[in-house]
């Protein structure tokens, strides 16, 4: 991906969940460490998880979707979906 860190080092997803969850680090020391960002560039997952707009990196290749089934079994068929799928687009 061909992505400048600081996409992810300076965003408000990753400066919100860097003040939750460990404020006393650095998010780009931090990313690093937790091989979200590699070399100089943000990997999928990083991008996924901390950019404010992942799909303006990764066009078609990073929203969500959540099935419903009605269904005691372990996997849901077509028969059995409820509903229309929920699209969410957006970090994770």
Known sequence: MNADPVVLTNSAVSLQFMLEIVPTAEPDAWLRKQQVIVGDKPTVAGVVLFAEEPQALLPKRSGIKIYRYKTTAD????????GDPLSIEGHA
């Open 75 to 82: 996997e849901g068929t077509r028969e059995t979906l409820d």
